[in-house]
């Protein structure tokens, strides 16, 4: 069996430069705004989980980014790299992992981003690599605007569409239908936004096979990065009337439904011991539900 932890390494190190880019940009556009805010950082340690041996060494943790400013009224940077096994009862939930075979390592970059102007799109983005007895990686980003607009989700989707074009021909079609079969809520009958991406259990059975899926991983974040805070700077002047705000409320409390109700990652972060805070960075910070 392969020794992941060098690549896990590789990948933790490149989710951190991705962070320090994207905070480093979310930061310039505040300046623009004429706002001072920064992003606060707060370490973390992971606890050893309830139910699940490999209490004792090393369990990992991770850095959470929170920014609360004059365009980003609320916006969360997390990477984490956590250790360990999983509890016998969720372990048969995850590739390649079972209540004999429970150990487990993730290193992954999470984003969440609520905006103060209702014309400016809330995003997710996240990307990740796993291992249990299989390693893989996983990801995506949706964009999710209250008040959406033709242009910015069709430059949205086709910085994606670029980067999954670069590494297989069949990846856009495949993962946009991904993530609008993921990100929806059933209760609601709705998608909580105008979609975007989404893959999991991109196997890695060799070290060719890493690289490929690492370089596509690599790309996702670099798209991210170069469409998003475009689409903030063409809105984040705009004037808006209170019911554009109440309209961005009332999604924000379908947002948060998806997110607590159906959203695996909030799941599994819970289940592995993770920050709590971290975890729940994704919520926003005013919801309403009328």
């Known amino acids: ?128 690599f796993l291992t249990t007895t299989k390693a893989w990686f996983g990801g995506g980003a949706d964009l999710n605007p209250p008040i959406p607009y033709d242009e910015d989700t069709a430059e949205f989707h086709a910085a994606f569409k670029a980067a999954c074009d670069a590494h297989g021909a069949d990846y856009y079609d495949r993962f946009r239908q991904w993530a609008d079969d993921y990100f929806y809520i059933p209760h609601r009958k709705v998608h909580r936004g105008v979609g975007g991406i989404f893959y ?23 798209a991210f990065l170069a469409v998003f805070p475009r689409l903030v700077r063409r809105r984040m002047g705009m004037a808006f009337t209170p019911a554009e705000k109440q309209r961005q409320l009332e999604w924000r409390g379908r947002y948060a439904e998806f997110n607590l109700v159906y959203d695996r990652g909030t799941l599994f972060g819970l289940k592995t011991g993770g920050n709590i805070d971290a975890i729940l960075m994704s919520l926003p910070p005013e919801a309403v539900w009328s």
């Open 1 to 128: 069996m392969i020794d992941w932890t060098p690549y896990t390494a590789r990948a933790r190190e490149w989710f951190e430069s991705l962070r320090d880019a994207i905070c480093a940009e979310f930061e310039a556009i505040e300046r623009e705004a004429g706002s001072a805010a920064a992003f606060d950082y707060a370490p973390w340690q992971r606890a050893a989980v309830e139910g699940g041996e490999g209490a004792e060494g090393e369990t990992g943790g991770g850095v959470r980014g929170l920014m609360k400013g004059q365009v980003f009224e609320k916006v969360g940077v997390n990477v984490s790299t956590v250790v360990g096994e999983l509890s016998r009862d969720f372990a048969g939930t995850i590739n390649g992992a079972s209540a004999d075979r429970p150990a487990f390592s993730a290193t992954g970059i999470s984003l969440v981003a609520h905006m103060a102007n209702p014309h400016v799109p809330a995003v997710h983005m996240n990307t990740r």
């Open 200 to 222: 999991d259990h991109m196997e890695c059975g060799d070290e060719a096979a890493w690289e490929a899926n690492f370089a596509f991983t690599k790309a996702v974040g670099e």
